[in-house]
Nanobody, 124 residues
Framework: ELVESGGGSVQAGGSLTLSCVAPGLTFDQYAIGWFRQAPGKEREGVSSINTIDGSTHYTDSVKGRFTISVDDRLTTVLLQMNSLKPEDTAVYFC???????????????????WGQGTQVTVSS
């Protein structure tokens, strides 16, 4: 199971950093994805990282504002979110998968392990 933290309430233009950890495990050779789900909407892929080669992927709406990274010990995946907008308001989930080919084509259905989510609220 994954554990997310770092959510909260901010004003538009503010920043938050979300963290994702798997207690007792490392993210060695994983695809890690961040997803979000707003009320009444489907779960949406936000960003993902391949911890083997460090490659990253972002959905168009967050490019240039969000940055995904993994620490050197491969224990924590971060999602740095800058210039937040009200439309970024959602519950954010991290997910992990060991069997994958191309993180750019992965959807929520491709990830086996999920966290419980952390709420991000951006006010205008």
């Amino acid at each position: 199971e994954l554990v997310e933290s770092g959510g909260g309430s901010v004003q538009a233009g503010g920043s938050l950093t979300l963290s994702c950890v798997a207690p007792g495990l490392t993210f060695d050779q994983y695809a890690i994805g961040w997803f979000r789900q707003a009320p009444g909407k489907e779960r949406e892929g936000v960003s993902s990282i391949n911890t083997i080669d460090g490659s990253t992927h972002y959905t168009d709406s967050v490019k240039g504002r969000f940055t995904i990274s993994v620490d050197d010990r491969l224990t924590t995946v971060l999602l740095q979110m800058n210039s937040l907008k009200p439309e970024d308001t959602a519950v954010y989930f991290c997910a992990a998968e060991v069997v994958f080919k191309d993180i750019a084509t992965m959807t929520a259905a491709d990830f086996d392990t999920w966290g419980q989510g952390t709420q991000v609220t951006v006010s205008s």
